[in-house]
């Protein structure tokens, strides 16, 4: 007789097995089995409303929360607005109504002469933020006066910035003009002070990292390259990011076929994702920079090419939120060596006594049938009972489909098939999404539109609605489908 138990595993370890379940406590395991369930039951709140105090709806070309605390949510729009949200909620929420989160606008004279680019508060604290807008300056602002700290005047409008800590106490600010080199620029000298060069392309987007000795920047380029620089040495390229042929389908050394949109780093410091144009999600090791995986998302209907993304790395997966057109898509790109299987129910052989019980029940579901009889089913009931065989052949197949594989050992026959299995579609938008901010912790994302509306998605478990709430809205359900002139 099979063993089960702890006399199943021979360094099953009694004392530790129960110190991590005593009462009141909880596994890491089971906070991020948590996490992922409330990434994947993402949905539009409906009690929570982020909107501008005038009455004109705007759009944010670029929105981030302050690493610190994930608390505030600044938000740079189109026309060169700068407004910062208190994301906490009040300390006793009307559940009846919908609330909306404070706003914090800057004066219009602090405000940029185009679009801004790109928003990012100070990475150690939320005192301080950058912004950098088409009109080529780079700005710093106080967060609680919204006063203008420095600028720094650049040739070329701004196409994509990073602020990172580089080992430096200021940080540096690597800043993408779309020309062949990346400037670094050093806040407490108020001027670049390196030229990251590439003659051969041109630079679209660019990313922070720190998982070697050296701090290094990554740039991607509008025809699919992606290569990294050693801030200590300018002049020189550490690495260039190289997909395999039956991936990119070209013999070019490049890590996409098209313009790479975003480039993104976890904060193990572990994976390297990719999106490109081409709607590619590519994820490389961050140690070695080799290729590991890809997400197809060629099969979804959006035809725009402003793709965004974030990802969280939070829960057991590795989750990208990506801006496809009107839709934002919650895709799980965990590299499948490091998902881990379901756990289901292993299929045995039914057993001779299990078999006579489900004979049992099936021989009084056919006495009750011959009970209630019809006469006028006399034919088709005659033409069920010619081919007996085939009826038994059809229960045992039956039977046999039981058998559950885990999600690891499943065999996906097309790239379509597996990015179905591991997407979600959720739909709220009715332009394209122009930026995303994800807020840690919370597991909840923003999304800004060009309808000029702004979408506050969170955990389904997040919001219930109170009785009176939920009444309400069945009486509107109700009345909307009524008939009665009343």
């Not at 929420?93 to 404070?102: G, I």
């Not at 807008?133 to 780079?138: I, L, M, N, P």
């Not at 040739?155 to 990073?162: G, Y």
């Not at 009107?326 to 756990?343: A, G, M, Q, S, Y």
Request: proline share 4%; hydrophobic share 30%; net charge neutral.
């Amino acid at each position: 007789m099979e063993r089960v138990g702890f006399g199943r595993n021979k360094n099953f370890n009694v004392v530790q097995f129960w110190e991590q379940r005593e009462i009141g406590l909880k596994t890491i395991a089971h906070d991020r089995r948590l996490i992922d369930y409330r990434i994947r039951s993402l949905k539009m709140s409906e009690l929570e409303l982020i909107r501008y105090p005038e009455d004109r709806q705007s759009t944010s070309s670029s929105m981030a929360f302050d690493q610190s605390e994930y608390k505030f949510l600044l938000c740079g729009g189109r026309t060169g607005d700068i407004r910062i949200f208190d994301m906490d909620a009040p300390e006793n929420p009307d559940t009846a109504h919908a609330w909306e989160h404070t706003c914090y606008s800057a004066p219009k004279q602090q405000w940029h002469h185009g679009a801004i680019t790109k928003v990012q508060f100070y990475p150690i604290d939320s005192g301080v933020f950058c912004t950098t807008g088409r009109d080529c300056k780079v700005r710093l602002y106080n967060s609680e006066t919204f006063q203008v700290i420095d600028e720094i005047q650049l040739p070329e409008p701004i196409r994509d910035a990073q602020w990172g800590m580089a080992q430096s106490k200021g940080g540096i600010i690597a800043v993408s003009l779309g020309s062949h080199s990346i400037r670094l620029v050093d806040p407490r000298l108020r001027h670049d002070i390196h030229h990251l060069r590439w003659p051969q392309v041109t630079v679209q987007s660019v990313q922070f990292g720190d998982t070697f000795t050296s701090p290094y920047v990554f740039g991607g380029s509008v025809k699919g390259h992606c290569v990294v620089w050693d801030i200590r040495n300018p002049g020189t390229v550490m690495e260039n990011l190289v997909a395999p042929y039956d991936i990119i389908r070209t013999k070019k050394r490049k890590a996409h076929t098209t313009e790479i949109r975003a480039i993104r780093v976890t904060e193990s410091k572990k994976y390297v994702v990719t999106l490109s144009t081409s709607k590619h999600i590519h994820i490389w090791d961050a140690r070695d920079l080799t290729f590991i995986h890809s997400l197809d998302l060629t099969w979804t209907p959006s035809e725009d090419l402003r793709q965004i993304m974030e990802i969280a790395e939070e829960g057991q997966n590795l989750y990208a939120f990506v801006g496809m057109g009107e839709e934002l898509l919650v895709c799980n790109i965990t590299p499948k060596n490091d998902r881990r299987p379901n756990i289901v129910k292993l299929w045995r052989k039914p057993k001779k006594e299990e078999e006579d019980t489900k004979n049992g029940i099936k021989q009084g579901e056919k006495d009750e049938q011959d009970s209630n009889y019809d006469p006028s089913y006399d034919d088709k009931s005659n033409v069920a009972q010619k081919d007996g065989t085939m009826a038994q052949n059809t229960t045992e197949a039956t039977v046999n489909r039981r058998r559950i594989l885990p999600r690891a050992c499943r065999k996906f026959n097309t790239e379509k098939e597996y990015g179905n299995q591991d997407v979600k579609r959720l739909t709220g938008h009715f332009h394209n999404i122009m930026s995303i901010a994800y807020q840690k912790h919370r597991q909840r994302v923003v999304t800004s539109g060009a309808d000029g509306h702004t979408h506050l998605w969170v955990p389904a478990m997040d919001e219930t609605l109170s009785d009176e709430r939920a009444s309400s809205m069945a009486r509107l359900y109700e009345d909307d489908l009524s008939d009665d002139d009343d």
